[in-house]
C-alpha cells in the first residue's frame, strides 16, 4: 500500500472513531471526478472537519486550490496536521470561524457546502457572491443518512425531524429557485448539484 493511501486509511479510521462525519467514499468518487470533469482550480469548502474532504480534493489535480472553514477547534487542529503531512499547505488554506461570520471576496468555481445540516441556505446565501458565473455549489446529505425520504412519524428524535425539516426547505428553495437550477443525486448520502441557469 502507497503512504498516501495508508494515511487517507488513518484519517478515515479516526474519522470513524470520533464519530466525525466525513463524506462516504461514493459520495467522494462522484465529487473528485465532478471536479476533475469541470475543471475546476478554486473551491470553498465550509465545513472542513479535519480535512479528509479537502485533501482528496486536492489531490485532483496539483493546480486546485482550496478554502476551507471549520469552527470547532479540535477539529481544525487536527485538519491543520493531516493537510501537513499531504504537503498541501500551499494548496489548502483553512480558516477557524464560524462560516456566517466569515467574509471572502474571493470568487470560486466551486463551492461546497458541508457543515450544519439545518443552515444550508443561509451558508448559499452567505457566499453566493463568492460563486463564479459558470461555478457550481454542490450541498451535501442532503437525504440525512435516509431520514429525508422518511414519514415525520416514523422519526425517532424531535431534533432530528428539525433538520430534516430544514433539509427540506432547502430543497424547496434550490428546486424553486429562479437564478439557480439544481440536480439533486441519490449518491453517497444525496448530493444537490447548483449552477446558474
Ligand atoms: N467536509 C468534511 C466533513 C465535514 S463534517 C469531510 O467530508 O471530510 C461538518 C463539519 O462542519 C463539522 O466539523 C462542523 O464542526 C462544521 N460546521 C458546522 N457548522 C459550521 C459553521 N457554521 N461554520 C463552520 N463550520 C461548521
Ligand atoms: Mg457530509
Known sequence: MSSELIEINKIKEYAKEENIPIMQEEGIEFLTSFIEKKQIK??????????????????????IHITTIERDETRYLE?????????????????????LNVEISDKYDLIFIDAAKGKNIEFFNHFENNLDMDGYIITDNMGFHGYVEMNEDEIPSKNIRGIVRKI????????NNMVYKTTIYKIGDGIAVTERR
Open 168 to 175: 427540506k426547505d432547502y430543497i424547496y428553495f434550490l428546486e
Open 42 to 63: 478554486n473551491i470553498l469548502e465550509i465545513g472542513t472537519a479535519i480535512g479528509y474532504s479537502a485533501i482528496m480534493m486536492a489531490k485532483v489535480n496539483s493546480d
Open 79 to 99: 485538519a491543520i496536521k493531516n493537510i501537513k503531512k499531504f504537503n498541501l499547505e500551499n494548496r489548502i488554506t483553512l480558516i477557524f470561524n464560524d462560516a
